[in-house]
């Protein structure tokens, strides 16, 4: 079959992969203060209305708009304060002070702010107000439900809370949500070339770059890392390093040695100890990439290229990790952008191209690619905000020229 020669594409990677999975059994009480980012196992409703009572949104006077025609003088009999309310009706002909959030009095339909109003008579004792201009019902009075009404809901089943959920939930008074189990992801660094920063290379070696990218990415994205191990090429060594960690875990994530050569081992690791999914993709960069389920576990063997294991990691593995902790995965939002320099390169693959995000004067998306667009430099990847999506069959793109792009962007808010 032809796509199984040449990999999978994304598109069909994706689907592949997504439709095996449902979400891990199991789920947690969580204080809301703690529960930015996990995903709603059930929908969180609020028992009652907010702000609960009529609240002014002015500093002002609270009347009865039928008693405001302009020049007519009113006593202001009292104030109501922001959790301080005025405790009692207000009479016909009345006026109250009153300040932005404090309980409307009963019986006022209206707030004169400030700025509209005469102060007739300077005594404190009883001051008289009139208003400057015409007044209607209703006029700068927040409803008792503008925030929320009783038995609303705040958040749907498999929705991840964001900071402003959480906060409009405690406005409403609720402390806890129900929320998924979280994937206990551990990760796996193989290659004996490689060293942590700060050791001595010796030839021929380098540093560890996936191993300290993939754990921050997985820090960002509030991703639960349960362990992370390094093990050189030796087959005995790696075998017992996955298996040790894929008992410990959910979802194991290794890099490096999952190409077919012949010092490259994940995949028929995987093949052996477990069941392999698919191995290979129609990307660039990502051509070696594997995936199955092992010691209970499922793997993802992302390829030793930095670029490589990071836009693999972004395009396959986080919508994942999104399904297993009960989120329909979110897709990158994507946006059409002109490209401010001509783009060269050899047919083959689809490629996603790293690149920059600016705007004309106009406002209209425009990408600078990132350089050099080796799959073993990670400055190509480094300030990028888009991932171009080229043709398998494009070799020159014009300056100017059209292009689809994911954007890399989660939501802050
Ligand atoms: P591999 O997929 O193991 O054949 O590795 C492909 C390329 O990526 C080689 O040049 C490796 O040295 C490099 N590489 C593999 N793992 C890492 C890593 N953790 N950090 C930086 N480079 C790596
Ligand atoms: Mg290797």
């Not at 009999?77 to 009095?105: E, K, M, N, R, W």
């Not at 560890?208 to 030796?234: A, I, K, R, Y």
């Not at 989120?327 to 952008?337: A, G, Q």
């Amino acid at each position: 079959m032809e796509e199984v020669k040449q990999g999978r594409t994304l598109e069909q990677a994706r689907t592949q992969l997504l439709t095996a999975l449902s979400p891990l059994p199991g789920d947690d009480l969580c204080p809301l203060q703690q529960a930015r980012g996990r995903v709603l196992a059930e929908p969180l409703v609020t028992p009652r209305a907010v702000p609960g009572f009529r609240a002014s949104s002015m500093d002002g006077y609270a009347l009865r708009a039928v008693d405001g025609p302009p020049g007519q003088p009113l006593p202001v009999v009292g104030c109501s304060a922001a959790g301080a309310p005025y405790g009692h009706p207000l009479q016909p002909g009345q006026a109250v002070q009153i300040f932005t959030g404090a309980v409307v009095p009963h019986g006022a339909d209206a707030v004169a702010p400030q700025e509209e109003i005469h102060l007739v008579q300077g005594q404190i004792s009883s001051p008289m107000i009139t208003l400057k201009g015409p007044i209607h019902p209703g006029q700068w009075i927040r409803s008792s439900h503008g925030e929320a009404a009783a038995g609303e809901q705040l958040g749907s089943r498999g929705q991840r809370l964001s900071s402003v959920d959480v906060a409009r939930a405690l406005g409403c008074g609720l402390c806890t949500a129900r929320v998924h189990a979280r994937p206990r992801v551990a990760l796996l660094v193989t290659g004996s070339e490689l060293r942590p920063a700060g050791d001595p290379l010796a030839p021929g070696c380098i540093h560890d770059s996936n191993g300290p990218l993939l754990l921050l990415l997985l820090e960002q994205l509030g991703v639960d890392v349960v362990d992370h191990q390094w093990v050189d090429d030796d087959p005995q060594r790696l075998e017992r390093a996955l298996l040790t960690l894929a008992g410990r875990s959910d979802v194991l994530i290794s890099t490096g040695g999952v190409s077919v050569g012949d010092g490259d081992r994940v995949g028929p690791l995987l093949e052996r100890l477990g069941t392999l999914q698919f191995w290979r993709l129609f990307l660039k960069p990502g051509r070696p990439f594997a995936t199955g389920t092992m010691a209970g576990a499922r793997f993802f063997g992302l390829p030793g290229n930095p670029v490589s294991a990071a836009v693999t990691f972004l395009q396959l593995v986080w919508p994942a990790l999104q399904v297993l902790e009960g989120s329909p995965p979110e897709p990158w939002p994507r946006l059409r952008v002109r490209l401010t320099s001509p783009l060269r390169r050899r047919p083959g693959r689809p490629e996603l191209i790293r690149a920059r995000l600016t705007t004309d004067h106009q406002g209209l998306p425009l990408a600078t690619p990132c350089g050099d667009q080796s799959s073993a430099r990670l400055a190509s990847l480094q300030g990028a905000d888009l991932l171009l999506e080229v043709d398998a069959a494009a070799t020159e793109l014009p300056a100017g020229a059209t292009v689809m792009a994911q954007l890399l962007r989660l939501p802050l808010l």
